[in-house]
């Protein structure tokens, strides 16, 4: 039975490591450090909301919250929303060629903080 990598160790809270993978096929194990998955440190409720966001194509209206706390959790900051009408002006000033990407990008991060 296969378990799911507990990201943090469940005495002292510190960063689980990888030490050992095997191949059931043909048997081969490596041994070493490895790097964990980020996702690791979620919990099996967040993974599931990351599932239905991916299925929804990022429709995130019913889910925002929880997402922050998901992006916190994996250690981003959460960026504010932008309005609409701000992103599809800049996305317009962008297809006309009146700004380009880095100043596209620098309006949003403006719009944000």
């Known amino acids: 039975m296969l378990h799911q990598h507990p990201g943090n160790c469940p005495i002292c809270g510190g960063e689980m490591v990888i030490r050992r993978i095997e ?6 194990t490596i041994e070493g450090r490895f790097d964990t998955c980020p ?4 919990s099996a409720e967040q993974v599931e909301l990351i599932k239905i966001f991916l299925r929804s194509r990022g429709n ?3 889910v925002r919250g929880r997402l922050d706390d998901i992006v916190r959790k994996l250690g981003f900051t959460p960026v504010p929303e932008v309005p609409d009408e701000l992103k599809e002006e800049l ?7 009146d700004i380009d990407a880095d100043e596209f990008v620098r309006r949003l991060d403006e719009a944000a903080a």
Do not use: Q
């Open 91 to 97: 996305l317009a000033k962008l297809e006309s060629g």
């Open 39 to 42: 996702f690791c440190v979620l």
């Open 60 to 62: 995130i209206k019913e």
């Open 23 to 28: 191949c059931p096929t043909c048997d081969i």
